[in-house]
Nanobody
């Protein structure tokens, strides 16, 4: 059973930076494409970023492109999401997800395992 545990969320001010972490266990991490999604209050969950398991291609939602970096440490079975210049509209629960498929995944149904989420609140 693959388990994902997010951490690093919290209350920050607009303009601050934050690094979210997602530690995985129980699977073959280096083969998984990994992704981050977020869900703001009263909104549907949306794609944020994805990274492949092999060549380390990355892909970002337009809303975070240029402000965010997704990375992974296969030795630690951990994926990260660094977010800079945070805005109040970045406030959401951030979820980490793992896909057994090789390529970039931007849809929720492309992922097989999910974490419980970590809250990020950006005050203005």
């Amino acid at each position: 059973q693959v388990q994902l545990v997010e951490s690093g969320g919290g209350l920050v001010q607009a303009g601050d930076s934050l690094i979210l972490s997602c530690a995985t266990s129980g699977g073959t991490f280096n083969r998984y494409a990994m992704g981050w999604f977020r869900q703001a209050p009263a909104k549907e969950r949306e794609f944020v970023a994805s990274i492949t398991g092999g060549v380390l291609w990355t892909y970002y939602a337009e809303s975070v492109k240029g402000r965010s970096t997704i990375s992974r440490d296969n030795a630690k079975n951990t994926v990260y999401l660094e977010m800079k210049s945070l805005k109040p509209e970045d406030t959401a629960v951030y979820y980490c997800a793992a896909s057994v498929r090789a390529g970039i995944q931007t849809r929720e149904d492309g992922y097989d395992y999910w974490g419980q989420g970590t809250q990020v609140t950006v005050s203005s």
